[in-house]
């Protein structure tokens, strides 16, 4: 296993190496201590939310979904990072798993670019919140007070 | 294990469809469970060895026992659909709503997931319950299997006779969630003990006289041994000595056997070994 975890760990290394070459267009860059510190906040984040992930994680897809938004900076961005990854392991267990990875992340980058002006905590404490509620009881898309930022 | 981790991953990728790349821990122990359940199956079921799960094809041998489960699945259904058929004519709505539920059960009970997971409660109380160890599908074979041997064993008796111990043992048996066929097969091996005929069911004071005397005559140790022979007797009586009745009749004698002497004990088989009742108090309950 010990053999197995630590291979998991080299392929989510490359492959946010790899994440570099796509957002060198946008002055962002991670370098290998940001990398070994976002490999272990994942470890670490998925533990403190009970999840199981199998192959390189979903740093890969955040980094995509992120890396041209105008609120995030060489100075923020491996710090965004971290905080967006909890976000998204702690909101996929409240929504009960009925988004999947790429509605989540979509949700979330609306969000972020839109309303939350580039605040994660907006963005955790206000949207994500409502949007697991309305997952976990229903919503009614009509209703702009009740849909929030759904509508 | 990392080749079960790795057949866990991509498990986890069918059932998320692709669409989640984590899933919460219960849910991965669910799916991994379901993995070793079907894996052990498809060993155990074509016979091959363990060591195949070192080096051989896993995506194979998963797909191999799911498709032995899918078989099984059908075979159970057949057992079900001839419980049914063979169901004694009494009525207790615990025992209709299980077969009921087992019914519903074979399109709910998922075999490419949850394949150790049973999808239905299973409530009507077998004289010998199926251990818990039994999972999925074959904890619902088994019970079934169980439950054709009580029915089978009911069958050979005549209704009204079951009706009226049931009577007597419960007013409201058909509301009540108990078993059918232990109370007659407890009076069963009792006129069995005393060497009368069985199908009668009756156990009067003139019967329990005897049974006490029986009892008494003979060391604590001989109860077992009696009740062990008296089984042997019914089962002749009824022309049933295959090894699964015998073995499901002796259960119950191992079970009884406590009660039976702790009734000894108190000096009073009455509540062990029952009565009909007479017909004016139940015609008085109607």
């Known amino acids: ?151 | 294990m990392p080749r079960l981790w790795a057949l866990l991953g991509r498990q986890v990728k069918k059932y998320t469809m692709g669409d989640s790349s984590s899933v919460t821990e219960e849910t991965a122990e669910e799916l991994f469970s379901s993995l070793c359940f079907t894996l052990g199956f498809a060993l155990r079921a074509a016979g091959i060895p363990c060591k195949t799960l070192l080096t051989g094809d896993l995506d194979s041998l998963l797909k191999k026992g799911q498709g032995l489960l899918s078989t099984r699945v059908q075979a159970v259904k057949r057992l079900w659909e001839m419980v049914c058929r063979t169901s004694p004519r009494i009525q207790n709505d615990f025992y209709r709503d299980t077969l009921c539920g087992i019914g519903k059960s074979f399109k709910k009970y998922d075999l490419y997931f949850f394949a150790d997971q049973y999808p239905e409660t299973v409530d009507y109380p077998l004289i010998n319950p199926v251990p818990e160890s039994q999972k999925g599908i074959l904890y619902a074979e088994e019970y079934l299997k169980r439950l054709q041997i009580e029915n089978t064993l009911l069958n050979r008796f005549d209704e009204k006779k079951i009706i009226k111990l049931l009577e007597s043992c419960v007013p409201d048996y058909r509301g009540m969630c108990i078993n059918l066929c232990e109370q007659p097969m407890i009076n069963a091996l009792g006129r069995a003990l005393i060497g009368q005929s069985v199908f009668p069911l009756q156990i009067g004071e003139k019967e329990r006289l005897c049974l006490t005397g029986i009892l008494t005559d003979g060391r604590q140790e001989n109860h077992s041994r009696l009740l062990s022979e008296a089984s042997r007797r019914l089962c002749s009586e009824l022309h049933r000595e295959d090894a699964s009745t015998v073995s499901y009749l002796d259960h119950l004698c191992q079970d009884f056997l406590p009660r039976m002497e702790s009734a000894l004990s108190a000096g009073n088989l009455s509540n062990v070994f029952l009565s009909f009742l007479p017909e004016n108090i139940i015609s008085s309950w109607e």
Not at chain 1, 9 to 15: I, L
Not at chain 1, 65 to 78: H, I
Not at chain 1, 104 to 109: D, G, P, R, S, V
Request: charged share 30%; net charge negative.
């Open chain 1, 1 to 151: 296993m010990a053999a197995q975890a630590k291979l998991q760990v080299e392929t989510a290394r490359q492959e946010l190496r790899a994440c570099n070459e796509t957002t060198a267009q946008y002055g962002l860059s991670l370098s290998e201590p940001d990398i070994q510190e976002l490999v272990s906040c994942r470890v670490k984040s998925l533990k403190d939310s009970g999840r199981v992930e199998f192959g390189s994680g979903i740093l890969p897809k955040l980094i995509q979904a992120f890396c041209d938004s105008p609120y995030v900076s060489q100075e923020n961005y491996k710090d965004l990072l971290v905080e967006l990854q909890d976000a998204f392991y702690y909101f996929k267990n409240e929504s009960m798993d009925r988004f999947s990875d790429d509605e989540l992340i979509e949700f979330m980058a609306k969000v972020f670019n839109g309303r939350a002006q580039g605040s994660v905590e907006y963005l955790t404490e206000t949207s994500l919140e409502d949007l697991c509620r309305y997952a976990r009881e229903g919503w009614d898309p009509y209703d702009a007070d009740k849909a929030g930022d759904q509508f």
